[in-house]
């Protein structure tokens, strides 16, 4: 099932996205995301107690999408210490 979202972040930011999410009963999922001009691919790790968390498959540094209640937030994870800065919270569907 594939399913398109925008949503409104703080400061105004709109970020578009599209869920691809496996129809076959497996939990493989998928987001596409356009932020600042790039299109970013993360899929769903299962880390998350609540809501869903998106990133890389790897250990490495990259951004992780994650969404909670309805909102969703943006962080970039430091691969070397795994720590995540917020680059867009308080993401709303628009």
């Known amino acids: 099932m594939v399913v398109a979202q925008t949503y409104t972040c703080d400061r105004g930011v ?12 497996t939990d493989f999922s998928i987001v596409v995301l356009m932020v600042e ?15 869903v968390r998106y990133r890389f498959p790897n250990d490495g540094s990259g951004y992780v999408w994650w969404t909670h209640q309805g909102e969703a937030s943006l962080y970039w994870r430091d691969g070397a210490t795994s720590e995540e800065t917020a680059i867009y919270t308080g993401c709303a569907p628009a």
């Open 37 to 51: 001009g790039r299109m970013i691919n993360l899929q769903a790790t299962g880390e998350a107690a609540s809501g």
């Open 14 to 25: 709109d970020v578009p996205v599209v869920y691809v999410n496996a129809e076959d009963g």
